[in-house]
């Protein structure tokens, strides 16, 4: 069947979502693959989020993907998990089976990490340390992208300790916890340190680290990608280092929901890339 005889029917279910950019970039690849569709975003309060999901299928839905705040919500609702969203505990991306049952899993990790690679190429797990700043559902997916990639030691800085302690009993010794006054000298030897927490964000504060034990070498990356450069990243690149913002992730996560939904491999080209960032610098 070619991409025209098909309706491809997908979207984002999330509280609020109208601010969501995700439908810029799937409906860019509607029409970069020729498929006759539509992805829309889906504003469904918590209260509705069981019927919502329970109505995809006689929608005639594909899959959706699921942001803030329903991720973890969700792991309650779907008929199956997959082993990565049940490690990581939460679910960006659910897909109709054929018997019309729901399979959730985490493409998260998938976006942080092939972002990095496609942005960073000679950024190598294995050549030291990385730290993650929060240990939040984000910082959980980067962890787990993290390991999954080979990193053998990630320091691990969260405002409350004990949440970073509990997440690095469930992941293992490579994840090392570490108290949240230790976050400016963490980042001594590292090749990558991390922003997961929502300081920087619009309308927050900016993340209060210093980063004068950062080696010149090292990445700085942050999740959040309005503004898409965050203080964090604005002062890594004066004193010289390199950055990685958080649009790419949203864009590289995209890939694996689209092979889930569609079995079709999207590209993210520099085209997609800059219309997401101009859309963004409208705000
Ligand atoms: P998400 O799912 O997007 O990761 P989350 O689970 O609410 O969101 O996690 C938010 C993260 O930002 C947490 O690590 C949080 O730290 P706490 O565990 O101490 O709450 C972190 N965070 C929020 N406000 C912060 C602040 N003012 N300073 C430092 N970290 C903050």
Redesign the pocket.
């Known amino acids: 069947m070619s991409n025209t005889d098909r309706l491809f029917l997908a979207g984002v279910i999330g509280w609020p979502v109208s601010h969501s950019r995700s439908p810029l970039m799937h409906n860019y690849w509607m029409k970069q693959n020729k498929c006759i569709g539509l992805y829309l975003p889906l504003a469904v309060q918590p209260c509705g989020l069981a019927t919502a999901l329970s109505a995809l299928k006689p929608l005639g839905f594909t899959g959706c993907n699921v942001t ?1 705040p329903h ?1 973890q919500m969700t792991l309650k609702i779907v008929d199956k998990i997959d082993e990565t969203a049940s490690t990581i505990g ?1 679910i960006s991306c659910i897909t109709l089976q054929k018997d019309g049952s729901l399979l959730g899993t985490n493409n998260d990790w998938y976006g942080f990490m092939a972002n990095l690679k496609q942005e960073h190429p000679d950024w190598r797990a294995n050549a030291g340390p990385a730290v993650v700043i ?6 959980r997916a980067v962890c787990y992208g993290l390991m999954h990639e080979g990193v053998e030691e990630i320091r691990l800085v ?3 300790y004990a ?1 970073a302690d509990t997440l690095a009993k469930q992941f293992g010794k490579s994840i090392k916890p570490l108290p949240w006054k230790m976050r400016h000298q963490a980042l001594e030897d590292v090749t990558i340190v991390i922003n ?4 920087g964000m619009v309308g927050e ?1 900016p ?2 680290i210093s980063l004068d034990h950062l080696p010149n070498s090292a990445i700085a990356a942050d999740i959040i990608y309005v503004p898409l450069e965050t203080p964090f990243l604005t002062a890594a690149k004066h004193r010289g280092n390199r950055t990685l913002n958080g649009i790419g992730m949203l864009l590289h996560q995209g890939i694996p929901a689209w092979k889930q939904w569609f079995s079709i491999e999207p590209v993210v080209t520099p085209e997609l890339k800059e219309m997401m960032e101009s859309s963004l610098i409208k705000i």
């Open positions: 803030i991720k939460a929060g240990a939040g559902g984000a910082s969260n405002r409350t949440k997961t927490t929502n300081q504060l993340l209060d």
